[in-house]
């Protein structure tokens, strides 16, 4: 304001009434011989020149005061929190989620995009929460979880505002990523927030369709997964709901590998427990025949064995864990070992078959497993909230990463998802 006021005041002294008397004498003419005509048209002209210089001068100061206004209201309208119809910002780390807010930027909901936002979102309280606390609640949580490391150097965030109706919000979008960048900084975590894709060659293509890099790649993505979308559609869903749909067919695909795997299980069961069941046989088989030829103290030990090894395999089931078939069938082995009757071939061959069920079964508790266990594997394996101790300036980081993760994003993703595999996908 200062500056503005000395600026005026310079105009104004330059604006100044004409000292005629001055002129006159750098121009050599005396004032005494003007005719009295002479002097009434140079007071005149005089009179219309400062006239004229005083309107210009009113109508500068006017101009100027508005523009000074102009800045102070547009200082004061950045500063204050934006005003905005209900949105929303979807944040994708490897978990995604979006987080919903209303007016005055306080959360109304948190809804997972992925399983791992529903291992990230567990037991995590939002409401009465502005979403710059839900920011840092959500760091919190995703260093617990190894989503992000105090160690690494290749920690990055994707995040985007859009308005209810879906159209991207540029305010809240910076506003969202200042809130993480702040996060990162005051942690001391090298860190990197994006606010889009900027691969040169998924943006060629998608400009093929008139959308961006990031609705590109999670097309694709979608697809991938078995899902279906026209090139009509492109430019009309929206990022959220790509998400969501994606979110929806992994959930699908995921129920469908377990029912897969739940009857190759049962099948690989059948076939173990028809194999122990045969051999079985043979076993009681070569054992009564070997009976024949011993002491009645003998033959009353073998019948009791016999009897015990039937008993043990009539009572294996399909409804049964394999670790049970399993201890079912070490009962017998143990049974055996009180005999020099050697079955070593059948016995390997049912052990073969076990460790493959033993494999297939692993693969499905895996995929099987609920959110709550997954997380608590997670928390046992890093499970620690700690700042990190960079000793380099955050934001020159952020201002010297911020393209290359641009470029490399779905990259870098594969990479985290590689580093923390706990459980396939």
């Not at 409401?127 to 992000?148: F, P």
């Not at 709901?241 to 695909?253: D, F, G, H, T, V």
């Not at 061959?349 to 076990?354: A, L």
């Not at 997670?378 to 393209?403: H, M, P, R, S």
Request: negative net charge.
């Amino acid at each position: 304001m200062r500056k503005i006021e000395k600026a005026l005041k310079n105009e104004i002294k330059k604006s100044a009434r004409t000292d005629f008397s001055k002129i006159s004498i750098k121009c050599g003419i005396n004032k005494e011989n003007f005719s009295n005509r002479e002097k009434r048209l140079v007071l005149v002209d005089g009179e219309e020149r400062s006239g004229a210089i005083k309107r210009n001068t009113i109508l500068l100061m006017i101009v100027l005061i508005c523009v000074v206004s102009l800045c102070i209201i547009i200082t004061k309208l950045s500063s204050s929190s934006y005003q905005t119809s209900k949105g929303y910002f979807v944040i994708d780390i490897n978990p995604s989620l979006e987080i919903c807010y209303d007016e005055k930027g306080m959360v109304t909901s948190v809804n997972p995009l992925n399983e791992d936002a529903e291992i990230l979102l567990l037991s995590l309280d939002f409401s009465e929460n502005h979403y710059t606390d839900a920011v840092k609640t959500i760091v919190n949580s995703c260093i617990e979880l190894g989503y992000i490391s105090p160690d690494r150097a290749d920690n990055a965030i994707m995040t985007t505002a859009a308005n209810e109706d879906g159209f991207k919000d540029e305010y809240m979008t910076n506003e969202i990523k200042k809130a993480f960048s702040t996060e990162f900084s005051s942690r001391k975590i090298l860190g990197v927030v994006i606010t889009g894709v900027e691969n040169p060659e998924l943006k060629k293509e998608a400009e093929k369709f008139g959308i961006d890099a990031q609705k590109y790649a999670l097309i694709n993505e979608y697809i991938s997964l078995g899902g279906a979308i026209s090139e009509d559609e492109y430019s009309e869903i929206s990022i959220r709901e790509l998400y969501k749909s994606i979110y929806e067919k992994e959930k699908e695909n995921k129920k469908q590998l377990i029912d897969e795997l739940t009857k190759k299980e049962i099948e690989e069961k059948e076939a173990v427990i028809d194999t122990i069941k045969a051999s079985t046989k043979e076993i009681v088989e070569t054992l009564t025949e070997e009976s024949e030829h011993t002491s009645e103290w003998e033959k009353r030990e073998i019948t009791e064995a016999i009897a015990r090894i039937e008993d043990l395999s009539n009572s294996i089931k399909i409804n049964q864990t394999i670790e049970e078939i399993n201890k079912g069938f070490e009962n017998i082995l143990l049974i055996l070992n009180n005999f020099e009757t050697d079955f070593q071939t059948e016995i390997n061959g049912i052990n073969d078959k076990i460790e493959a069920l033993n494999a297939s079964n692993k693969e499905l508790i895996d995929a099987s497993k609920k959110v709550e266990e997954k997380r608590e594997e997670l928390v046992n394996k890093y499970g620690e909230i700690k700042d990190g101790n960079a000793n380099v300036n955050v934001e020159e980081w952020q201002e010297t990463f911020e393209n290359k993760f641009s470029e490399e994003w779905f990259d870098y993703k594969d990479k985290w998802q590689e580093d923390r595999e706990i459980f396939p996908k």
